[in-house]
T-cell receptor, first 110, second 113 residues
Framework: RKEVEQDPGPFNVPEGATVAFNCTYSNSASQSFFWYRQDCRKEPKLLMSVYSSGNEDGRFTAQLNRASQYISLLIRDSKLSDSATYLCVVNGNAGNMLTFGGGTRLMVKP | DAGITQSPRHKVTETGTPVTLRCHQTENHRYMYWYRQDPGHGLRLIHYSYGVKDTDKGEVSDGYSVSRSKTEDFLLTLESATSSQTSVYFC????????????FGDGTRLSIL
């Protein structure tokens, strides 16, 4: 079993749609969780950290479920510019290392 | 802008030649990392550093060595490049405390023929 698993997609959605991604992780001791966005041929960029209480940043909402060991990302009112790969990231067995999921590709269509 | 510069940005070289990639940061962060990213594998950690002259292996360290003689520079060396090392290489730094997110450089596209 991979440490961090994501559905690779692609998720094809129309502009204005709401789309949700889930990610599961295997290390129950993990303490830090993040969502990154990666555009084609570019570096990963931090989208948001994920907190136990859930957090929201504009159209983006992240949730953490420790009991079931999954993280979710909800994108409301999708824009064409949201098209990218979204990486779920969890701190690994060693506290200073991160484990990356394989990414979920989102394509927003006009 | 996380203040990370990778060089070179692109390189094409031949099998068996040595290659050194450089990562330079301007923000005095303690932790620095080298990853490679390949289709179907995602980001995989090669080596990381937790201070000057302090380095450790990651998931895919075979064939790679690193050095960190100054806080701001973290070098990745392929002693004798192989075609399987064709990849995109990313350097990352991590904020104080070691529990925060990592921030990435622009990447180096390395092709080994």
């Amino acid at each position: 079993r991979k440490e961090v698993e994501q559905d690779p997609g692609p998720f094809n959605v129309p502009e204005g749609a709401t789309v949700a991604f889930n990610c599961t992780y295997s290390n129950s001791a993990s303490q830090s969780f993040f969502w990154y966005r990666q555009d084609c041929r570019k570096e990963p960029k931090l989208l948001m950290s994920v907190y136990s209480s859930g957090n929201e940043d504009g159209r983006f909402t992240a949730q953490l479920n420790r009991a079931s060991q999954y993280i979710s990302l909800l994108i409301r009112d999708s824009k064409l510019s949201d098209s990218a790969t979204y990486l779920c990231v969890v701190n690994g067995n060693a506290g200073n290392m991160l484990t990356f999921g394989g990414g979920t590709r989102l394509m927003v269509k006009p | 802008d996380a203040g990370i510069t990778q060089s070179p940005r692109h390189k094409v070289t031949e099998t068996g030649t040595p290659v050194t990639l450089r990562c330079h940061q301007t923000e005095n962060h303690r932790y620095m990392y080298w990853y490679r990213q390949d289709p179907g594998h995602g980001l995989r950690l090669i080596h990381y550093s937790y201070g000057v002259k302090d380095t450790d292996k990651g998931e895919v360290s075979d064939g790679y060595s690193v050095s960190r003689s100054k806080t701001e520079d973290f070098l990745l060396t392929l002693e004798s490049a192989t075609s399987s090392q064709t990849s995109v290489y990313f350097c990352a730094i991590r904020e104080v405390g070691g529990q925060g997110p990592q921030h990435f450089g622009d990447g180096t596209r390395l092709s080994i023929l």
